[in-house]
């Protein structure tokens, strides 16, 4: 006698892909939250430092500089837009708040640091201090 069985499409392995997408949640290993990646030139007058911030408005991103620490955040609000008839099945979209520190090997004049912010990328643009110059004292 031939075993007969009934043919359910959601055993296929195919399948599975969008009953996980559609239905379930599925478990990202190794997923992190979004971090501030960043490069950091120096020449013998400033520091230029281009970070990626996607997705963030220019006016959600805050530099503050003391001395020679600089500290970069920023935060993405969650907008949902949603529209009648329509449901949304998955968001991998990152909200929240991020920030970033980090110390140069020299003080930053702060008065005269400029910061632009284009297609994602902020540039910080960071004129080194002038050095006080050693003064010999003479003993009385």
Same mark, same amino acid.
């Given at each position: 006698?031939?075993?007969?069985?009934?043919?359910?499409?959601?055993?296929?392995?195919?399948? !599975?892909?969008?009953?996980?997408? +559609?239905?379930?949640? /599925? $478990?990202? @290993?190794?997923?992190?939250?979004?971090?501030? &990646?960043?490069?950091?030139?120096?020449?013998?007058?400033?520091?230029?430092?281009?970070?990626?911030?996607?997705?963030?408005?220019?006016?959600?991103?805050?530099?503050?500089? !003391?001395?020679?620490?600089?500290? +970069?955040?920023?935060? /993405? $609000?969650? @907008?949902?837009?949603?529209?009648?008839?329509? &449901?949304?099945?998955?968001?991998?979209?990152?909200?929240?708040?991020?920030?970033?520190?980090?110390?140069?090997?020299?003080?930053?004049?702060?008065?005269?640091?400029?910061?632009?912010?284009?297609?994602?990328? +902020?540039?910080?643009?960071?004129?080194?201090?002038?050095?006080?110059?050693?003064?010999?004292?003479?003993?009385?």
């Amino acid at each position: 006698m031939a075993n007969v069985t009934r043919y359910f499409p959601a055993d296929e392995t195919f399948d !599975d892909l969008f009953r996980g997408f +559609l239905m379930r949640p /599925v $478990k990202m @290993e190794g997923h992190q939250e979004m971090q501030i &990646k960043m490069d950091v030139h120096e020449d013998e007058r400033a520091y230029t430092v281009h970070a990626e911030i996607p997705g963030v408005k220019k006016e959600d991103i805050a530099v503050t500089i !003391d001395g020679n620490q600089v500290t +970069l955040g920023a935060e /993405v $609000k969650d @907008e949902k837009e949603v529209k009648e008839g329509h &449901k949304l099945l998955r968001s991998e979209r990152y909200y929240g708040k991020v920030t970033r520190s980090f110390a140069l090997a020299q003080d930053v004049d702060e008065a005269s640091s400029v910061a632009k912010y284009n297609n994602g990328v +902020l540039e910080l643009v960071l004129p080194k201090k002038a050095t006080a110059s050693a003064r010999k004292l003479t003993i009385q």
